[in-house]
């Protein structure tokens, strides 16, 4: 399958890769529809062994923008592994936050129409983690600690010294494979935001079908009010060419009345729902796999009530793309 693991404890070895992806957008709203086509990734990867159980891993988004809190801003991985056995291994540095489903375990280029919750996370944290894997590969249990998205949100810096502490179950049980974690994710000091994401999948020859639950809340009484699923379908015709079927519903309840305070919950909006469906497909011209064609349309909705009334948007969102990787390690290989 095209897509790659985010947070991934596989081993990163002679690894020496560039990937793009273009689209073109068409997307309708009340006013003025947009039309364009934009640069949406650009990555370089470097992974290698060091020895003595030790190696690397480096991935860089190329972009203009310098980053606003810290150096390290841009860059996804940058950390040093260790594997001080078969079962265990210890991690440092900069990495993925361990937070389970499947959309979010996808590598980025490799998402579309995402939910309001992979758009607005900074998931990329400096931190330390240990997993511990079974003998027979089937299942991942992570403990981490890293810095908190919020001093990304808040405008601080991580001076701040807020910290997120997560728990993660990665499991392949037959044709099941689960992504569950959670997550006590500090917003000011000593107050955090709690967040369970719960994501289940069943895989089969010809197709697969992940439902992803999200969960967060801010205190006890704020249970049950901020939620979503996602789901997403694939059917494989063939190992180059696949539809799918992806749909999202996302809600923020736990402050109704929108200006009365702030949201320290970003994900979502306070007060709105949102959802999103559609439908696209995926080609690889050849063999290889190293160019990817893609286009999609989904629905877009988006609702709340203020002093003024309800208020509904909507919009139509076409994309047409192309992903291309140059893997200069296999080609250095061959030659």
Not at 78 to 92: A, E, I, M, V
Not at 194 to 206: A, E, Q, R, T
Not at 214 to 221: E, Q
Request: glycine content about 8%.
């Amino acid at each position: 399958m095209p897509a790659k693991a985010q947070s991934s404890w596989r081993d990163a070895f002679n690894k020496l890769k560039m990937e793009v992806r273009a689209d073109g957008e068409y997307t309708t709203t009340d006013t003025t529809p947009n039309l364009g086509f934009h640069g949406k990734y650009f990555n370089f990867m470097l992974g290698g062994d060091l020895g003595g159980g030790f190696s690397y891993y480096f991935k860089q988004r190329i972009v203009a923008d310098t980053g606003k809190v810290a150096f390290f801003d841009n860059t996804d991985f940058l950390y040093l592994d260790y594997k001080p056995s078969p079962n265990w291994r210890l991690r440092f540095g900069k990495d993925a936050m361990a937070l389970g489903g499947f959309e979010y375990d996808a590598s980025p280029i490799d998402v579309y129409f995402p939910t309001n919750m992979w758009r607005n996370i900074f998931c990329f944290q400096l931190g330390t983690s240990g997993a511990y894997i079974t003998d027979d590969g089937n299942h991942t249990f992570i403990a981490q600690v890293t810095n908190s998205p919020y001093v990304n949100y808040n405008g601080l810096n991580y001076d701040a010294g807020l910290v997120s502490y997560n728990l993660y179950w990665s499991g392949k049980i037959g044709h099941w494979q689960t992504l569950w974690s959670t997550s006590m994710v500090e917003y000011k000091w000593n107050h955090y935001l709690n967040m369970i994401m719960i994501g289940n999948k069943l895989v089969y020859d010809k197709w697969d079908i992940y439902l992803d639950f999200m969960h967060h809340a801010l205190s006890f009484d704020d249970w049950g009010k901020n939620f979503g699923f996602v789901s997403c379908a694939n059917y494989y015709f063939t190992d180059r060419f696949n539809i799918f079927v992806k749909g999202m519903y996302e809600q923020n309840m736990s402050e109704v009345t929108l200006g009365s305070s702030v949201s320290m919950d970003h994900q979502l909006a306070a007060g709105h729902t949102s959802a999103r469906y559609g439908l696209g497909f995926e080609w690889y011209p050849s063999e290889q796999k190293n160019v990817r064609l893609h286009i999609y349309g989904c629905r877009m909705t988006d609702s709340y009530t203020d002093d003024a009334g309800k208020h509904f948007n909507e919009s139509w969102n076409f994309n047409i793309g192309a992903t291309w990787t140059m893997d200069y390690y296999k080609l250095f290989k061959k030659n």
